[in-house]
């Protein structure tokens, strides 16, 4: 009853998160061990809407993936063809840059659709939130590209972080 209740899948106590979307099997995912870490000096109300808040992030997650998973992957996908094409020395570094940038399009879109659910577009303070979720997906994508490359490559590196800088400023830009 209560999970139908709350809309939580299923309650864990692996992972350093306090909510996951798990789109691999269409599951929310709640570590009750992560939310004493903020709640020590909330009061139970307080405690409530943390937990409203990290339960409705998750559901967003769940609703966009059903609409824009596919694209993800696709970009991906995409992402890592062109990765090992430019590493045989068949595409430009120009190619990775563009597909890269519509990847972090919907991975800012993703994290700031959720990190916004419920809460005032007044104020954009949950663009805080989105910058750090956004800096973890773009650390591992870019991770990923440097070992598809499988060498050091100035030029990569570079590019890779002149889209991070233009991306973390555009969050940036549009909390202010």
């Known amino acids: 009853m209560w999970f139908s209740i ?6 864990t106590s692996e992972g350093g998160y306090k909510g996951l979307y798990d789109a691999k099997t269409d599951e929310v995912l709640i570590n009750l061990d992560n939310f ?4 020590g000096g ?3 109300m307080e405690r409530v809407v943390e937990f409203a808040n990290v339960i409705t992030h998750e ?8 609409e824009l998973n596919n694209y993800m992957n696709d970009v991906l996908k995409e992402l890592t063809s062109i990765t090992k094409q430019y ?3 068949n595409a430009s570094l120009d190619s990775i840059s563009k597909k890269l940038k519509t990847f972090y399009n919907y991975a800012i879109i993703n994290e700031s659709f959720a990190f916004g ?6 104020k954009l303070n949950h663009l805080d939130g989105t910058k750090s ?11 990923h590209i440097r070992k598809l490359v499988g060498k050091k490559d ?10 991070y800088t233009e991306a973390m400023r555009a969050i940036r830009n549009l909390r202010n």
């Not at 004493?36 to 709640?39: L, M």
């Not at 979720?133 to 991770?143: F, G, K, T, Y």
Request: hydrophobic share 30%; net charge neutral; no cysteine.
């Open 6 to 11: 709350i809309k939580v899948d299923r309650f």
């Open 36 to 39: 004493n870490t903020v709640a």
């Open 42 to 44: 909330y009061d139970d």
């Open 59 to 66: 559901l967003s997650h769940r609703e966009y993936a059903k």
């Open 87 to 89: 590493a045989e020395g």
């Open 117 to 122: 659910s419920g809460k005032s577009y007044e």
């Open 133 to 143: 979720s956004v800096r973890s997906v773009m650390s591992q994508v870019n991770n």
């Open 154 to 163: 100035r030029q990569l590196e570079k590019m890779l972080n002149e889209l």
